[in-house]
């Protein structure tokens, strides 16, 4: 529900809102206000997918949670300008926090915050490792993140820690799963220039398993942006299976291994040319 401003007057509000731009997220400050201005479209075509991703997302937490959240907390992590994390405290969830690294996103989620006096949010920057309260939360959200994580594994497993109830996870499915089906990526937006990993579903799944997590429900859609995976996971017993056993080449975009035996052939051609003790 929108509420009212009464920090200061709608105008100033909207002449801020617009020399912010661009925002990631379409957020509703009031009847009249919000973050996306009609002609940002023009701007920025791929907001277009990136918003109806967020009004599905925000319409399955609806079907997976109490219409009230009150007694319950939520975790956001990678909340860019603070969409669910503003979603869980108007819904009355008693304590909300959003962890961003994007200081100018995070910069995006204070405003907002201040903007619509809510009291019982807080928006953390930097890593999410580093930044989230070592503290359980009922609701955790980690929704379009997975693949811009340094160390996806041990990001996941710190929120296994985190996570009291439930978790949220979304993610671009870019690689082929195995059935033979070729994949067209129509934006390269979220794990282009933007991101550090593609994954395919297997992978996705034995990530949430190895780091402690059971899989509740998942979903696979293609929409105009890509193929996108969803899953509701909840805290299970940690895998005592390698996470790259089986089809380690096909479900991640570097092969270790590989890797491992180039770093140690140049280890040995550069200490054959040394003389001395190092």
């Known amino acids: 529900m929108p509420q009212q401003l009464t920090q200061s007057p709608s105008t100033s509000i909207e002449e801020e809102l617009s020399q912010r731009r661009l925002w990631y997220h379409d957020i509703e400050l009031t009847d009249e206000l ?3 201005f009609p002609d940002d479209y023009a701007v920025t075509p791929y907001l277009e997918t990136v918003d109806q991703s ?15 959240l009150a007694g319950l ?22 304590r909300v926090v959003g962890v961003e690294r994007n200081r100018y996103n995070h910069e995006h989620a204070e405003f907002l915050r201040d903007a619509l006096e809510l009291e019982n949010v807080e928006f953390h920057c930097g890593a999410v ?20 994580l340094l160390n996806p594994l041990g990001t996941l497993g710190e929120l296994r820690k985190r996570c009291a109830s439930k978790m949220f996870l979304t993610a671009a499915v870019d690689l082929d799963d195995g059935d033979g089906t070729p994949l067209t ?19 996705i799944r ?20 890509g193929r996108h995976y969803s899953a509701t ?11 790259f056993a089986d089809t380690l080449d096909q479900e ?15 280890w040995r051609e550069l200490s054959s040319r040394i003389t001395r003790p190092v």
């Open 34 to 36: 919000r973050t996306r």
């Open 54 to 68: 967020n009004r599905d997302m925000v319409a399955y937490l609806g079907t997976q949670l109490p219409a009230d």
């Open 73 to 94: 907390s939520v975790l956001d992590v990678g909340c860019a300008d603070g969409l669910f994390s503003i979603w869980a405290t108007r819904k009355g969830a008693d």
């Open 129 to 148: 490792e580093r930044h989230c309260p070592n503290q359980p939360f009922d609701v955790v959200l980690c929704l379009g993140l997975l693949y811009h």
């Open 185 to 203: 990526r129509l934006d390269r937006y979220a794990t282009g220039a933007h991101g550090l990993w593609s994954f395919n579903t297997p992978m």
């Open 206 to 225: 034995q990530l949430l398993t190895t780091a402690g997590f059971d899989i509740a429900d998942e979903n696979i859609e293609h929409t105009p942006g």
């Open 233 to 243: 996971a909840v805290p299970g017993s940690f895998s005592d299976h390698h996470m």
């Open 252 to 266: 991640f975009p570097i092969n270790v291994d590989r890797r491992r035996v180039k770093v140690r052939d140049a």
